[in-house]
């Protein structure tokens, strides 16, 4: 494989900045701007967000699949940066996948029934895991397009 057909990332590219966009639209806007609109109760913002979260997790899926499969084939070891940063993101995801959205749609059904959050700690951690990813997200995209950046500069 010659070093330029090492360097492309026609998926992972497109694919690591859409799935910011989704993160920072649903994680960072939607999820508390709901609450401020007129007639949304915490009921109904806490089932919307049950349903935002959900699929939005699944679109995360998709988009991690899309990024693995066009990494591996452009081979790095598997500690370089690079793959530090995709698999920190995807170990967030699995985290939120496994744990924290199964616990919170729990917490979120106690309090639509009339109880009360049971473990007010739970949403801080899923929010500090979904600023990990984010952080990761924004590097990981970075050195993407540097990696572009140097082979559209050396096709020239």
Same mark, same amino acid.
């Given at each position: 494989?010659?070093?330029?057909?090492?360097?492309?990332?026609?998926?992972?590219?497109?694919? #690591?900045?859409? +799935?910011?966009?989704? *993160?920072?639209?649903?994680?960072?806007?939607?999820? +508390?701007?709901?609450?401020?609109?007129?007639?949304?109760? =915490?009921?109904?913002?806490?089932?919307?967000?049950?349903?935002?979260?959900?699929?939005?997790?699944?679109?995360? +899926?998709?988009? =991690?699949? =899309?990024?693995?499969?066009?990494?591996?084939?452009?081979?790095? !070891?598997?500690?370089?940066?690079?793959?530090?940063?995709?698999? #920190?993101?995807?170990?967030?995801?699995? *985290?939120?996948?496994? +744990?924290?959205?199964?616990?919170?749609?729990?917490?979120?059904?106690?309090?639509?029934?009339?109880?009360?959050?049971?473990?007010?700690?739970?949403?801080?951690?899923?929010?500090?895991?979904?600023?990990? !990813?984010? =952080?990761?997200?924004?590097?990981?995209?970075?050195?993407?397009? !540097?990696?572009?950046? !140097? *082979?559209?500069?050396?096709?020239?």
């Amino acid at each position: 494989m010659n070093a330029n057909a090492q360097e492309r990332y026609p998926y992972a590219l497109p694919a #690591i900045f859409l +799935w910011l966009g989704f *993160l920072l639209a649903i994680s960072f806007m939607e999820a +508390w701007l709901k609450f401020r609109a007129p007639g949304v109760t =915490i009921s109904i913002g806490l089932g919307i967000g049950k349903l935002v979260f959900g699929a939005l997790n699944k679109v995360e +899926w998709a988009l =991690i699949i =899309i990024t693995a499969a066009n990494l591996f084939f452009v081979p790095q !070891k598997i500690y370089s940066y690079r793959n530090l940063l995709f698999i #920190i993101a995807a170990l967030m995801t699995i *985290l939120e996948t496994f +744990w924290g959205l199964p616990a919170l749609d729990r917490i979120a059904d106690q309090i639509i029934a009339g109880g009360i959050d049971s473990q007010p700690a739970l949403h801080i951690i899923y929010v500090s895991m979904e600023v990990v !990813k984010l =952080i990761m997200l924004v590097l990981l995209g970075i050195y993407l397009v !540097k990696k572009h950046q !140097k *082979l559209n500069h050396a096709n020239k």
